[in-house]
């Protein structure tokens, strides 16, 4: 149903940039566990970096619907 309102959109707009934050750091946390020779860090982290690709992209969808 179309009631004419607008979703306010700062707040997912944050959410998406905070996203984009956790994510860089992760990846910080990638290379760092590579150059320690980390396997298992590594692995671990590269897992979550694959994990949260598939929220990015919603996310992502999600913030440009809001406009």
Same mark, same amino acid.
């Given at each position: %149903? +179309?009631?004419g309102?607008k %979703?306010?959109?700062e707040?997912?707009?944050k &959410?998406?940039?905070?996203?984009? &934050? #956790?994510l860089?750091q992760?990846r910080?946390?990638?290379? +760092? &566990?590579?150059?320690c020779? +980390?396997? #298992?860090?590594?692995?671990?982290? #590269?897992?979550?970096l694959? +994990?949260?690709?598939?929220?990015?992209?919603q996310?992502a969808?999600?913030?440009e619907?809001a406009?």
């Amino acid at each position: %149903m +179309d009631n004419g309102r607008k %979703m306010k959109s700062e707040n997912l707009n944050k &959410a998406h940039a905070t996203f984009e &934050a #956790f994510l860089k750091q992760l990846r910080a946390s990638h290379t +760092d &566990a590579i150059e320690c020779e +980390d396997g #298992f860090a590594e692995l671990l982290i #590269f897992n979550l970096l694959h +994990d949260s690709a598939e929220i990015g992209w919603q996310l992502a969808r999600a913030k440009e619907a809001a406009k």
